[in-house]
């Protein structure tokens, strides 16, 4: 008896809230991507404890493209965006991931891109590859993670 009572006022105690409930949530500025967003469940980028995790961006060739640069160049400029929202920028950044459904044919193209957005010296990049991505047709998914400079710290 008396262990229930116990289970059942620290079950009614209010929790701490964990690093995510406490982080700075960015979300998509458009209307209806954030509808979608919020009913799959995903940000796009969390901010917490002075670091900033964006989620993957999928690049993909728009209809009748065939230059993967350009595909790579509009997810670089998207997750730039989120990276601004988040209060931070590109020179930020200490990890990339990507995940290639072609890595041999990709890979050239995509660290061409790369370097436009990212200079000198290189941040750890894992480049992995997979059979697929939940964006049809994608060729490459970008995450990354960066640290808010010490004095803009939230």
Known sequence: MMLSMI?????????????????VVVMPEDARQRQMQEQIGW???????????????????ASGETDMEVAFARAFEAIGKTLE??????????????YHT????????????KSRYMKSPPPAWSAIGTSGLLQPGALVEIAVVAHVPKKDRR
Do not use: C, H, M
């Open 85 to 98: 929202r988040a209060g931070v920028s590109w020179s930020d950044v200490v990890e990339l991931r990507t």
């Open 7 to 23: 289970s059942a006022l620290a079950a009614a105690a209010p929790q701490p809230a964990g690093a995510r409930q406490q982080a």
């Open 43 to 61: 940000a796009d980028a969390v901010v917490s404890n002075g670091v900033v995790y964006v989620s993957g961006v999928p690049a993909y060739l």
């Open 102 to 113: 072609n890595p041999g044919a990709q890979i050239d193209a995509f660290a061409k891109v």
